[in-house]
C-alpha cells in the first residue's frame, strides 16, 4: 500500500487521477490514492468493472457465475490489505486450517496435503499429512526454487520425475504460473512459495469468494470509491492519448476527448495488448495463456474444502458452491479451441468421479479466457516494464502503468494485478 504522505501537498499537485481499465489493479490503484486524499475517475470498456476477475448473470444456467474460480492464499498480503481497505475481507470463505484435498482419478487414491498452522512444517514429518507415496527429503526440494536460475524452468528447477512433483508441486505450479512447468519460469514460482508455502500453514489457508468475485473484490471496491469521491465510468473505451510536450493531455473515448489537466495524472491499467496499442513503444506482454472454465448447474457436498484438486483427467481443479460446480483448467491454449460441448464431455466424468455423483450432465456453461494471464516464461518476463514508461520512449511524465503484466516479480496473479495497482499509485504520490 501507498506510504503515508502529506495529504495536503499532494492533493495540490495532484487534483485528480484518471484510470483507463477497471480491473483489480485499476480498482486498487484508485483505492491507494483515494486514501491520500486524490480521488480517481475509472474508464472501464466493459459495461461493469471488473476485467478478468468478474462475476455476471448467466442466462442458460438461470445464476450469476464467475468468469473463472480464482484462489487465494491467506499469505496473499496485499489482496488481503486491498480487501481490509474496502471492508470486503469477511465476504472470503474457505476452510479455517489449510488443507488442500486431491483425488487421483488414475487409481482412485484421495488425500488431503495438511500443512500445520506455525511456521515449523511438521506436518512434513507426518506421513498421514504428505502426498503419498512422498518422503520427507521430497520436501526439501522446494528450496531448489530459490538456488534456480535466471531463466531456468520449473521443471528444470525441481525433480520433474518424482511423486511429490507430480502429486502436488506440478499442479500447484500449473494454476499458479498458468503456464506449463517446461516453460514456466522457476523465480516467478519461487515468489508465490515464498510468499505462501515456505511462511508455514498460517499463509497457506485457501480463500476465495462465499458468493462471487464481483460481490469480494469489485462492488465494495467501487462503493468504497464513490463514497471518497471516486467516479466510475463504464462502457467508456479509451482510443487514444493525446500528448503534448510529453504530457498527456487528454484521453480520447467515443463520447469525446476527456481533458487531462496540468495538475492530474493518467494510469494504464488495460492488458498489455490494449496498452501497447496506446502507449507508443511500449514493450509488453505478447503470449499469453488461456484458462477454461466450466460450470455446472448441480448440488454437490463441499466436502472439507471447497474445492478439490484433480489428478489423471482433463479437469484440474473443482469448486463446488451453492448450486453450481465450477471447473478450472489452466495452461490451456491446448485445448482452448475444442467446442464447448467436446470440453463438458471430457470434464464431466472428472467431476462425477470426484464428487461422486449421477450420471447425468446437468445444465453446464463453459467459459473460455484466451488471454488469461501473459504466459510466464523468460522471454515474457523480459517484457514486463516497471510503473514508469519513459517519456523518451513514448511514455508520458504524467503516465504511470499498472496491471498483473507489469513487473511485479509474481505471475499474473490478484496478488501481481493488486501490489502494481499499489506501485502505481506511489509512482504517482512520488511525484507524476
Ligand atoms: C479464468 C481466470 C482464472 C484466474 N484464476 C486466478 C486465481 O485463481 N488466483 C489469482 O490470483 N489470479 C487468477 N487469475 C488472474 C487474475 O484474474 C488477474 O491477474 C487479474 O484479474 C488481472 O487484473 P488487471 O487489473 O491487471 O487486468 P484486467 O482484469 O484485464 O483489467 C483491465 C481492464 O481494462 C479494461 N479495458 C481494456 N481496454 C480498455 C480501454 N481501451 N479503455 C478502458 N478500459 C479498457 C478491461 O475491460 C478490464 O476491465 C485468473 C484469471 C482468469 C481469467
Redesign the pocket.
Known sequence: MAKAVDCAAVRDRVRRVHV???????LATAVALAGQGVAATL????PA?????RSYFDRALGCRID??????LSG?QAAMTYLDTIGARATLGGPDVPCFPFIDLATGERWTVAPDLGLVPWWMFRRSRRVPGTRLRDYFSLLALRRAGADMTVAEALDSNGTLYKRLLEPLAV?ALNTPPDAALARLLCAVVDQTLLKGGRACIPRFPREGLSESFIDPAVAWLEARGGRLRTG????ALQQEAKRVTALGTADGAMPVGPDEAVVM???PW?AAT?VPGLLAPDEFQA?V?LHFRTDAEPGEAGFIGVLGGTAEWIFVKENIVSV?ISAANRIVDLPAEDLAGRVWPDVRAALLLGDAMPPMRV?K?RR??FAATAAQERRRPGPRWPAETGGAHNLVL????TNTGLP??????IN?GYAAAAAILAGA
Open positions: 483507463v481499465g477497471a480491473g483489480l489493479a485499476g474508464y472501464e470498456a466493459g468493472a471488473g476485467g478478468r476477475c468468469n473463472g474460480n480464482h484462489l487465494l496473499n494454476a467508456c473505451r479509451v482510443a491499467a488495460a492488458p490494449v496506446l484458462i472454465n478450472t467459459v479466457e488469461a494471464t499498472a496491471g498483473d503484466w499474473g496473479t490478484i496478488e501481481g494485478a502494481s
